[in-house]
């Protein structure tokens, strides 16, 4: 483990920043590989999150790690994180505040890792992070923003109500892995999105 990420990980355990720290069990810090070429971010954690305190670990957890293998990429490799790290009561979204709060604990965790890609997964997170709406439109798509590459793709929680997006998560996470097989060899990949243009 990485010493920072320890640091902001302990910080994340103890964060009394916001009132979900009232009705949270446990805050979920980001895990994983903290040289992954990639950082998933989620919207917040879920139930079974909140119970262990580790991200992506209920059916959400379960089809992404179900996308990852499909791409021959085990969850060891990759840096999974959210944009709030605390449950939301009864799963609601989080609120701007939440996110704003938590905001620097993400923004830390991508300059300690750096990755080539951050994945954006579902609306919160690309509404969060990008300003955008409506992942279903812009999904599969590689954007550019302050020289930070971003992917977007559906939540996987989303595929659980809408069993076709099964085979969209599975696409599009191949093809971020393509992407970054390509960043890694410095080939040129084509930016859909330019922010900073």
């Known amino acids: 483990m990485n010493k920072k990420l320890e640091i902001i990980k302990q910080k994340v355990i103890i964060c ?24 998933f971010v989620g919207e917040a954690p879920g139930k079974n999150e909140d119970k262990n305190g580790e991200p992506f670990i209920g059916i959400a957890g379960k089809r ?19 944009i709030v790290k605390c449950r939301p009561p009864k799963n609601r979204v989080p609120t701007a505040i939440e996110r704003e709060t938590c905001k ?11 990755p080539k890609i951050i994945c954006i997964l579902g609306n919160t997170a690309f509404n969060s992070i990008l300003g955008g709406s409506e992942i279903t439109k812009f999904r599969g798509k590689l954007v550019k923003k302050d ?12 595929t659980i109500y809408n069993q076709e997006l099964i085979r969209v998560l599975k696409k599009d996470i191949v093809k971020l892995f393509n992407l970054i097989v390509k960043l890694k060899n410095n080939k040129k990949v084509k930016i859909d999105i330019d922010y900073t243009a």
Do not use: W
């Not at 979920?28 to 040289?35: D, R, S």
């Not at 992404?64 to 959210?82: C, F, W």
């Not at 020289?147 to 989303?158: E, G, I, R, S």
């Open 147 to 158: 020289n930070q590459l971003y992917f977007l793709t559906v939540h996987p929680a989303a």
């Open 104 to 114: 620097e604990y993400l923004k830390q965790e991508i300059t300690i890792i750096k």
């Open 16 to 39: 009394t920043n916001c009132e979900l720290c009232k009705t949270r069990t446990n805050s979920v810090p980001g895990k994983g590989n903290f040289h992954s070429n990639v950082i």
């Open 64 to 82: 992404l790690s179900m996308a990852l293998e499909e791409a021959g990429i085990s969850r060891d490799e990759v840096y999974i994180t959210n």
